[in-house]
């Protein structure tokens, strides 16, 4: 009954942040009404061996492991603090050799054996709420832990889906580079045959030698390039560099998300973005010692007790005339210390108000994140495909231009720059293949995408605390804490 009447201390209140009603691109009919975020975006890219690789990067990616043990760690310390709200019992004995002193204040020498065996115990009356706060204190710190989890989570699903991407635009630069090279081969032939023939001169063989050789060059960086995003995601999937060069060295088109995207509403992020439950985690935490510091102007009651056995026989140890015990209260109460328990509570103060700013700009970089996100998205959509008429037409520009060149009817400068254009748009329009896809990827990373909220343990994971031992639910539910103080 004692424990359970009061607590000082603010108690904590969710954080009230305002939110748009809707984002400012919503209007676009790329953007989808719908307000389920897609819990596994990466399945609408229907490539099973980026599915795979997610799959790997679940279970072997070592950042994330460490995530998980820092949520175990602090489970156990959750389990720390929760024990001090039960009494503490200890076994002890003793079996000493002693002597008294001739010279001391009763003058008799003797030297004996003393066996003193017994239990003492001691609790804690929190009746101002110490440990209850501190409990709360634990508990908010577990939670934000496994909020940190889940941010690694979503960015690595996102690191390896944009990894994967990089594998496959580089191939695809890679290809394009290679049939620019081909079709400048076939045309350096046709200009040394004109030039044996008499109807180029030398000039038109020279020129076409440095457009070849100058996209032969543009191989070498793309291959390297495309070595190294190969072993970062072997690296991500908790693999050596270079294990995934076989499974990923055959080429394969970039795959293109499409075309609409679900969104919901920015107020989905409140429960979707780990960094923002993380802050709003931490605000109760913070708030929570508050109390934990109030407490200290209180004083502190403990209930304390010992029983035992003292003899120099051992034949005697158990008799009843060899019992001894102790019991009753105890206090302490602090009665002057300079001010130092009212300063540590506005040291408290303070640090609770700045988490509530730093909750605050969470949310508003959450909101920035999306917004950018979402317009990159939707504005690389319309490059990619500008492009892609781009290159159509340098195709048919190529075309047509090698044909009248190889008629002497236009001059060979013609066939040169339109070779450049070509050329140029095609990597331009693989690069823009890839960031349309990495784009998609960002949205849904801005957008908390990639877990599911309403999954109390993610799989794989154990995320229940640990109270005495044994697991149980978590002390404080994780909707019903954090704001700002209201003094009891």
Known sequence: MLT???????????PDHEMPSAWHARSDPAVLPGEEIIKQWWIVFDDQILTGLIDEASRGNLPLREAVSRV?????????????????????????????????????????????????????IDLFGRIRRSVEAATADYQASNEDRID????????????????????????????????QKQILALTRSR???????DLDVARAETVLAGSQAEVPPLRIKLARSINTLAVLVGQAPGTLHAQLSTPKPIPLPPSKAAVGVPADLLRQRPDIRRAERQLAAQTARIGVATTDLYPSFSLIGSFGYESIDT??????????????????????????????????????????FAYEQTVLNALNEVENALVAHLEQRIRFEALRRSVDASQRSLTLSTDLYSQGLVDFQVVLDVQRTLFDFENRLAAARGNSAANFVR????????????????????DTPVRNGTTDAPLVDPTSIPNRPREK
């Open 72 to 124: 175990a760690e602090a489970r156990a310390r959750l389990g720390v603090v929760s024990g001090e709200q039960y009494p503490g019992v200890d076994a002890q004995g003793v079996a000493l050799r002693q002597r008294t002193s001739e010279n001391g204040l009763i003058p008799i020498s003797a030297t004996e054996t003393v066996f003193s065996p017994g239990i003492a115990a001691s609790w804690e």
């Open 4 to 14: 359970g009447c009061w607590a000082v201390g603010p108690d904590y209140e969710q």
């Open 152 to 183: 690694v989570l979503i960015t690595l699903y996102a690191e390896v889906a944009m990894t994967y991407l990089d594998v496959r635009t580089y191939q695809s630069r890679l290809a394009a580079t290679q049939a620019n090279i081909d079709s």
């Open 315 to 356: 034949g005697d140890l158990f008799d009843a005339r060899s019992r001894v015990f102790t019991f009753g209260p105890a206090l302490r109460w602090n009665l002057f210390d300079g001010g130092r328990v009212r300063n540590q509570i506005k040291v408290r103060e303070a640090i609770a108000e700045q988490a509530l």
């Open 443 to 462: 949205l849904y990373k801005a957008l908390g995408g990639g877990w599911d909220p309403d999954e109390p343990e993610p799989p794989g994971t154990d």
């Open 195 to 201: 030039f044996r023939n008499g109807l180029a001169p």
